[in-house]
């Protein structure tokens, strides 16, 4: 089932995303601050890429924040009620410049931190953190972790994840974006450790 998607955002992460979502049939609106930026984007996705104006009602019905951590919440409450309704998909890490540590204060998350600036009727849903964008451009099917409070906004974003031949993973509540943002810090210690950036986290079913 294909979604319809607006992606906030130009950078590295955006085009891998975006690409994946027009490879799966998605409808895709690039937004960024750089009007130019976003139509090179669009262009460069091609299928039904298209752009939208930053600040506006966005066109999709899942919004992926791909910015930042420390630009996410300054760009909800800039867009305020224009996400009124909408799944916002925090795809952010939050660890230190140094990665030896995450910058949110303990029992919370930036996802949840993203939650407080957005309308009631916003829903975020924590994902894809744990996937570097390098490595989601390889299009290889991996599995992507995600946490979320609102059971039809979770479900959306499965579909989406699906949509990109790629394994969604539901690890529970937005209280659990606290314990993916460490994945997404861990993931950091391996690669800086020997295992280098050429990595995923994955979980095994095992029968």
Partial sequence: MSS??????????????GSR??????????????AAKAKDLAAALGGAASTGTFGTVPAGDIVILAVPY??????????????AGKVIVDISNTFAADATGLVTPEGTSGAQEIAKALP???????????????VLAL????????????????ASVSEF??????RPRDVGGLEMAHW?????????GLAGHGA??????GVDVLS
């Fill in 139 to 154: 299009g290889r099917p991996l599995d992507v972790l995600f946490a979320g409070d609102d059971a039809q906004a979770k």
């Fill in 161 to 166: 994840i699906e949509s990109l031949g790629l």
């Fill in 180 to 188: 993916l943002e460490g994945a997404g810090l861990l993931m950091m």
């Fill in 21 to 34: 979502a027009v490879e799966g049939g998605n409808a895709v609106e690039v937004i960024g601050r750089d």
């Fill in 196 to 201: 280098g950036f050429n990595i995923a986290l």
């Fill in 4 to 17: 319809s998607i607006s992606i906030i955002g130009l950078g590295t992460y955006a085009r891998a995303l």
């Fill in 120 to 134: 009631p009727s916003a829903h975020v849903v924590k994902a894809f953190n744990t996937v570097f964008g390098h």
């Fill in 70 to 83: 420390a630009s996410a919440v300054p760009v909800v409450t800039q867009y305020g009620d224009a996400l």
